[in-house]
């Protein structure tokens, strides 16, 4: 079964330091999101992509944050300056789309972000 | 907006019995999609089952099962014969069919497994 990939699994960084995170989708899929999760906190959405721009973002997704699709496969999310509470675990995930879709949002396995 | 709230944040069941894990949820849109995501500690987001609320059929995948209480907005899961590897956090969530389709998460609930 196609799965979605993230890389890094894990990324230490200094307060301040720009971060990309990066992830494979599912070849046929259209959608793409990102996530967040705090240690011991709900998944929080951050933003979804679709046709090469911003469809929906939310409050948390501030000019701190950018995506892109620079290869027109890989989908990343970049944090210009990293903040301490930006520590989360970031996760990827894509849906597929169409008459045979499954309608369902496949997750990566997600990025440990640990900001110093 | 959308909210999703689970008010058990720890369940622990008995290996092989069975387990009920709450979720209510509010919206005014008559459809829309609801999950059970399950995150091992691997924190890897790993779905269970799913909802359409058009549907008045609960979904079933085999040990897994939902209660869709449409008029009540409650969502629970229930897990029979539960094994040692069903232990993990649990997630329910919901899902517009409109805009961009995101994903609005309940605070979940971590199930520990006794053997």
């Known amino acids: 079964e196609p799965e979605v990939t993230q890389t890094p699994s894990h990324q230490v960084t200094q307060m301040g330091q720009e971060v990309i995170l990066r992830c494979v989708p599912i070849?046929?899929?259209?959608?793409f999101y990102w996530y967040r999760q705090i240690l011991g906190q709900k998944v929080e959405f951050l933003v979804s992509?679709?046709?090469?721009?911003?469809?929906?973002k939310s409050e948390i997704f501030d000019d701190q944050f950018s995506v892109e699709r620079p290869d027109g496969s890989n989908f990343t999310l970049k944090i210009r300056s990293t903040k301490l509470e930006d520590s989360a675990m970031y996760f990827c995930?894509?849906?597929?789309?169409?008459?045979?879709?499954?309608?369902?949002?496949?997750f990566g396995p997600g990025t440990r972000l640990t900001v110093l | 907006a959308q909210t999703v709230t689970q008010s058990q944040p720890e369940m622990s069941v008995q290996e092989a019995e069975t387990v009920t894990l709450s979720c209510t949820y509010d919206?005014?849109?008559?459809?829309?999609?609801l999950f059970w995501y399950k995150q091992p500690p691997s924190r890897q987001m790993i779905l269970v089952i799913r909802?359409?609320?058009?549907?008045?059929q609960n979904a079933t995948e085999n040990r897994f099962s939902v209660n869709f209480q449409k008029a009540a907005k409650s969502f629970s899961l229930k897990i029979s014969d539960s094994q040692l590897g069903d232990a993990a956090m649990y997630f329910c969530?919901?899902?517009?069919?409109?805009?961009?389709?995101?994903?609005?998460f309940g605070q979940g609930t971590r199930l520990t497994i006794n053997p």
């Open positions: 995930a894509n849906r597929d789309f169409g008459f045979a879709s499954t309608d369902t949002q496949y």
């Open positions: 070849s046929n899929h259209l959608y």
């Open positions: 992509f679709y046709n090469n721009e911003i469809s929906e």
């Open positions: 919206t005014s849109e008559s459809d829309y999609y």
């Open positions: 909802q359409e609320a058009y549907k008045q």
């Open positions: 969530a919901y899902r517009s069919v409109q805009g961009a389709q995101k994903l609005v």
